[in-house]
Structures are given as structure tokens and as C-alpha cells.
């Protein structure tokens, strides 16, 4: 975690509080060492632009990782049919790839 790139996007976010990179980001920041901040963060990207396709491969990994398997599933689920609607093959292979990794781990 990088405390001043942080501090910065803070103010950013002060200043915007809807604004999806400086949500991303920040999540981005605290993925590692605070995932529930990262899943917070990323969590108000969904709700303000839900069709930004990136929050949801790193979301479900938070959920996965924080064990909440359930939230992860279906956090990827959504992803998935958000891509396919956007035709964002490249998102949508990656998802579809982490998200048969989470299979078979639970299996």
C-alpha cells in the first residue's frame, strides 16, 4: 500500500465521490492489505456503473479470498452476463477462466 498514493486519491475522492477510476484505484490499493476496504470501495463502483467490467473479477477474488464463496460466485456470474452483453470477449474470458478456477477449488 502505497500511504501517500493513497492520501491522494482520498482527496480526489473528496472532490468526486462517484468518480470510478479513483474508486478503482483506491480499491486497487487496499486489495492486498485490506480487502474488506477494497471490497467496500468496489462494491460503490458496481453501484454507480455497473457495466464497468473490471470491478468484478477483482471483487469476487476479495469476496473468494475473504471466504464468502457464496458473494464470489455470484459476483462472477454477474460479471459474466455483463460482458456477454458488451461483447467484452477478452473481460469475459478472464472471468470465465477465474471463475472455473473457483469451481474447482470448491469441488
Known amino acids: 500500500m502505497n500511504n501517500q498514493r493513497i492520501e491522494q486519491l482520498l482527496e ?6 462517484n468518480d470510478v477510476f479513483t474508486l478503482y484505484a483506491l480499491a486497487m490499493e487496499h486489495k492486498e492489505q485490506m480487502p474488506d476496504k477494497a471490497a467496500a470501495y468496489l462494491e460503490k463502483l458496481r453501484q454507480i456503473q455497473p457495466s464497468y467490467t473490471a470491478t468484478y473479477y477483482h471483487l469476487a ?13 455470484e459476483v462472477y456470474q454477474i460479471g459474466m452476463n455483463i460482458c456477454k452483453e458488451q461483447k467484452a470477449q477478452h473481460a469475459l474470458a478472464e472471468l470465465q477462466n477465474a471463475y472455473q478456477n473457483f469451481l474447482y477449488e470448491e469441488g
Open 12 to 17: 480526489w475522492l473528496e472532490s468526486e465521490p
Open 61 to 73: 477474488e476479495i469476496y473468494q479470498k475473504l471466504g464468502n464463496r457464496e458473494q464470489a460466485g
